[in-house]
């Protein structure tokens, strides 16, 4: 089991940036896959990229070339991030952990892009 907690959303005008994190309560050396999705009001989660243990990543399209997914296994962290934002990257953002079959998701945190 593992609790993943968020931290680093907030408002910003469209082009700025942020960074997200993702902190987990117990080693991420083992997790092979985590990764960071958003939601916004009617509409279902996405994915917008995730890593591996090893260090593989995939991304949205939406995002590539613009978001950064990277973890520090050492210190339990997982971080995305979001440069060139627009107006359509407002959601809530959740950390996401499989490990052992089982996913585990963070509380979420939000971010808001201004026009």
């Known amino acids: 089991q593992v609790q993943l907690v968020e931290s680093g959303g907030g408002l910003v005008q469209a082009g700025g940036s942020l960074r997200l994190s993702c902190t987990a309560s117990?080693?991420?050396?083992?997790?092979?896959?985590m990764g960071w999705y958003r939601q916004t009001p009617g509409k279902q989660r996405e994915l917008v990229a995730r890593i591996t243990r090893l260090g593989n990543t995939n991304y949205a399209d939406s995002v590539k070339g613009r978001f950064t997914i990277s973890r520090l296994n050492a210190k339990n962290l997982m971080y995305l991030q979001m440069n060139s934002l627009t107006p359509e990257d407002t959601a809530v953002y959740y950390c996401?952990?499989?490990?052992?079959?089982?996913?585990?998701w963070g509380q979420g945190t939000q971010v808001t892009v201004s026009s």
């Open positions: 117990r080693s991420i050396f083992s997790i092979d896959n």
């Open positions: 996401n952990a499989v490990t052992t079959g089982l996913a585990y």
